[in-house]
């Protein structure tokens, strides 16, 4: 895994590759492909639910009026949707 402790493809891959037994090529290939079906369901407005992992769930925010922090200057804030991820119970107690 990677030093700077933030886990990668390659690692996801890596760990197919010696768990599993698949080639290199495969178990990247597996992993892209898990990650563009999430990434699809995303951008058609799906939530994605992970049995035991957690939830990636869409919400769409309206437009408000934030303030600049340096000026104090209010803007417009532009309605967006934002992506937002919920860790399930068994993952929280375990990271605890």
């Known amino acids: 895994m990677a030093d700077a402790g933030t886990l990668t493809r390659a690692d996801l891959a890596e760990t197919l590759n010696r768990q599993i037994g698949l080639s ?4 990247a290939a597996i992993i892209e492909s898990i990650l563009d079906h999430m990434t699809g369901a995303l951008i058609a407005g799906e939530n994605v639910k992970i049995s035991g992992f957690g ?16 000026t104090g200057v209010e803007v417009p804030i532009t309605p ?7 860790a399930s119970q068994g993952m929280r107690e375990r990271v605890k």
């Open 80 to 86: 967006r949707r934002v992506l937002t991820f919920r």
């Open 24 to 27: 290199r090529a495969e178990s």
């Open 55 to 70: 939830t990636f769930v869409l919400r769409d925010k309206g437009e408000r009026i934030g303030r600049n922090p340096k």
